[in-house]
């Protein structure tokens, strides 16, 4: 199945930065438990890693045991695999038996978030570029996640106006 | 639902209205009085000074007591408050990709000069 496009360019959230590493390497460290679990969480968590299956349809479900003692469960289910040149999957917040769910603190946050990363060599360096757009969403939800990333420099137009639907939901 | 923190909530409602946005746009270019600030919209004084007593309490613009027209300015910490809640997804990337430059760094193998 062809991944799912974005409805418009401006809710691709991108982000890329070169590491001082192989694109092997790169694509280890992004792919298999051992690594992931321990770079991936925030400062503080503990990452458990409940299933890690590296193929189309295959999941990636994760907790992240913060330091309260909550553990905060998510996944990715793998749509396309290209080691070590790319990597598609769909991240969701989820149960702890894989469940999607929405996140407490962002009601509005969409459900399901395509994320497509590709590495890149470069001069013995690899440039590891993220972008993610939301899927099967509502206008709500996509102008959330639009919001979620822009950057200030659109000033009081753009994102602003995108907020209005969920302010209203928030104080409704 | 879990509320936001107070000024948040207060900042978000008060941007959550068009017009209010538009005067803080007006008021980014510099400060402007009342009478100034009321004559792109279709509104009476009373209405936009409405407006601008919301905009007051949240913070985002300031009204000088010394000169007699009381000029309004636009006041940006709150915005930057703001800009922080929104820039999170963000932030939270950037630092996950600080985590994985340093785990990379620990992965070299041992003997080898940077």
Redesign the interface.
């Known amino acids: 199945m062809p991944l799912e496009q974005p409805a418009s360019d401006a809710e691709i959230?991108t982000?890329e930065?070169v590491?001082?590493?192989s694109p092997e390497?790169m694509w280890d460290?992004?792919t298999k438990a051992e690594?992931l679990g321990?770079?991936?969480g925030?400062?503080g968590t503990t990452v458990k890693v409940r299933t890690l299956d590296l193929k189309p349809g295959g999941v990636f479900l994760y907790g992240m045991e913060m330091p309260g003692g909550v553990t905060m469960w998510g996944k990715w289910v793998f749509r396309e695999i290209d080691a070590p040149r790319s990597l598609a999957y769909v991240v969701s917040f989820c149960t702890e038996d894989g469940t999607p769910v929405r996140h407490?603190?962002m009601?509005l946050w969409p459900l399901e978030v395509l994320a497509v990363q590709e590495f890149f060599a470069e001069g013995g360096k690899t440039r590891?570029k993220?972008r993610s757009w939301p899927i099967h969403a509502t206008a709500e939800e996509r102008a959330v996640f639009t919001?979620?990333?822009?950057s200030?420099q659109m000033?009081?137009s753009g994102?602003?106006?995108q907020?209005?639907a969920y302010?209203?939901r928030?104080?409704g | 639902m879990p509320e936001l923190h107070d000024s948040l909530s207060q900042t978000l409602t008060a941007l959550a209205d068009p017009t209010r946005r538009a005067i803080l746009a007006r008021l980014s270019h510099g400060e402007a009085s009342v009478t100034e600030l009321a004559e792109p919209f279709e509104m009476s004084l009373p209405a936009v000074s409405k407006h601008l007593k919301v905009l007051e309490k949240a913070g985002l613009i300031s009204r000088s007591r010394e000169a007699q027209w009381r000029p309004c300015k636009l006041e940006t910490a709150p915005l930057q408050a703001v800009d922080v809640w929104l820039g999170d997804y963000r932030k939270m990337w950037e630092e996950r990709l600080d985590r994985l430059d340093a785990y990379l760094k620990t992965l070299k193998p041992t003997g080898e000069l940077n």
């Open positions: 959230f982000i930065r590491f001082d590493a390497l460290v992004c690594h321990q770079w991936f925030p400062p407490p603190m009601p590891m993220s919001a979620g990333h822009a200030m000033g009081f994102a602003w106006m907020l209005d302010l209203a928030m104080k």
